[in-house]
């Protein structure tokens, strides 16, 4: 392949995966956004560092990577490439921190996940926003409590009820299919005939193992598409830098070649012998050809014949 077509494909690669980074870049940003201020995600109300901690950097990790692509895009810049993927580089390692992070901690989220649910729990009102998201939950998923509609006797408006009834438990009406759940605008349902009788515990468990495979798989995908991007990288500035390589031999050579015809153009004032001699620039008068040289001692004498 000639070097032209090379740097070519080389910068359509590169900019075909610009492109695909500004997509992957603001999916990070979203991700990032969803898990720190997301309306109707258990995330946002999950007490979890490290959850916290995974939402931040995915955010900027996002953002640096739009940055990256809109200002270090290479192009045909060999100067600007080494930067381009030195900025790879560190986004590869704030991803692989991400992957650590969820795998590392992932039964502390769960600790905390469960601990927010029981929070959750006690204060319930029916009113806030982590009630609703409760309500959601239990409706959706088809299930009461953490571990079991047991679980909403530790509720405080349950506990200081007056005059309750025995033989009925009170309960949220998301814990009761819509078509038994009795009415009213009370968040508040008695009876335990026809409530659901599984927690949410595997619930919760399954939706935190998705949302972590989810972080890990785009993070893993990202990677390996920045390693290529780094390849490709390197690979075009050393295309370039043969191709300025030659050109610049091209440059030297064209420029040797004028100074030779200078230098056959100008005229050589040292003697030239007609018949193809060899002449002594350094002493024009005297010639060192064997056949039209005059000898010295043949001059005397012809010299001394006059004379006599």
């Known amino acids: 392949m000639k070097l032209e077509v090379q740097v070519?494909?080389?910068?359509?690669?590169v900019g075909v995966l610009n492109s695909l980074f500004l997509l992957t870049g603001s999916a990070g940003i979203g991700?990032?956004?969803?898990?720190?201020?997301?309306?109707?995600?258990?995330?946002?109300?999950?007490?979890?560092?490290?959850?916290?901690?995974?939402?931040?950097?995915?955010?900027?990790?996002?953002?640096?990577?739009?940055?990256?692509?809109?200002?270090?895009?290479?192009?045909?810049?060999?100067?600007?490439?080494?930067w381009y993927a030195g900025s790879f580089?560190?986004?590869?390692?704030?991803?692989?921190?991400?992957?650590?992070?969820?795998?590392l901690s992932r039964d502390k989220v769960?600790?905390?996940?469960?601990l927010t649910v029981?929070?959750?729990?006690?204060?319930y009102r029916g009113t806030s926003r982590e009630d609703s998201l409760m309500d959601k939950i239990q409706r959706h998923e088809a299930c009461c409590g953490r571990a079991g509609p047991a679980d909403w006797q530790k509720n405080l408006y349950v506990q200081n009820r007056t005059d309750p009834d025995p033989d009925l438990d009170l309960l949220p009406c998301s814990c009761f299919n819509?078509?038994?759940?009795?009415?009213?605008d009370s968040p508040w349902c008695e009876g335990t005939r026809s409530s659901y009788d599984q927690g949410c515990q595997n619930q919760f468990s399954h939706w935190l193992m998705e949302n972590s495979l989810t972080v890990v798989?785009?993070?893993?995908?990202?990677?390996?598409v920045e390693l290529v991007q780094v390849a490709l990288a390197l690979a075009l500035h050393r295309a370039l830098r043969r191709m300025a390589a030659l050109q610049m031999a091209a440059l030297q050579k064209a420029a040797g070649g004028a100074g030779g015809d200078e230098d056959d153009g100008e005229k050589n004032f040292g003697f030239v012998d007609p018949d193809g001699g060899y002449d002594d620039p350094a002493h024009p008068a005297y010639r060192h050809d064997d056949q039209n040289s005059v000898d010295l001692a043949d001059l005397s004498y012809r010299h001394g014949d006059q004379n006599s």
């Open 110 to 114: 769960q600790s905390d996940l469960d």
């Open 89 to 103: 580089s560190v986004l590869i390692l704030a991803q692989l921190f991400v992957i650590l992070l969820m795998l």
């Open 8 to 13: 070519e494909t080389l910068n359509y690669a």
């Open 217 to 224: 798989g785009m993070q893993l995908t990202v990677i390996v």
């Open 31 to 82: 991700f990032g956004l969803f898990i720190l201020f997301g309306d109707d995600n258990l995330m946002t109300v999950l007490q979890s560092k490290e959850l916290v901690t995974v939402g931040v950097v995915m955010m900027l990790t996002g953002v640096l990577m739009a940055v990256v692509v809109c200002l270090l895009a290479p192009g045909a810049r060999p100067s600007v490439l080494p």
């Open 118 to 123: 029981d929070q959750i729990i006690v204060q």
């Open 178 to 184: 819509k078509s038994t759940s009795p009415g009213g």
